[in-house]
Nanobody
Framework: QLQLVESGGGLVQPGGSLRLSCAAS????????IGWFRQAPGKEREGVSC????????NYADSVKGRFTISRDNAQNTVYLQMNILKPEDTAIYYC??????????????????WGQGTQVTVSS
């Protein structure tokens, strides 16, 4: 079992930055790929970014490329999502999720077995 807890969400003005954290419990965290997903009101959940268990492979949605950066610290059982140049359309609940694969990661939510409770990000002036 893996438990995930997101933090770092909040209200920020357009152009601002936030750093989300996904803290995991469980000794096998370093065997799991981690993904960040988001869901805005009235919209389907979409993949934002993911990172492989070994940290060497990352993927980003086209809408966030060049603005968001995913990273992980396996010693701290934590994955981060640095979000810069935030836009109103980034407003959503952000979730982190995990599934057991080592060298790659996926943007497909159906592959993920464990999910956090989500953290709200609101970009507004």
């Amino acid at each position: 079992q893996l438990q995930l807890v997101e933090s770092g969400g909040g209200l920020v003005q357009p152009g601002g930055s936030l750093r989300l954290s996904c803290a995991a419990s469980g000794e096998t965290f370093h065997y799991y790929a981690i993904g960040w997903f988001r869901q805005a009101p009235g919209k389907e959940r979409e993949g934002v970014s993911c990172i492989s268990a070994n940290g060497r492979s990352t993927n980003y949605a086209d809408s966030v490329k060049g603005r968001f950066t995913i990273s992980r610290d396996n010693a701290q059982n934590t994955v981060y999502l640095q979000m810069n140049i935030l836009k109103p359309e980034d407003t959503a609940i952000y979730y982190c999720a995990a599934y057991g694969t080592y060298y790659a990661c996926s943007g497909l939510s159906g592959k993920y077995d464990y999910w956090g409770q989500g953290t709200q990000v609101t970009v507004s002036s």
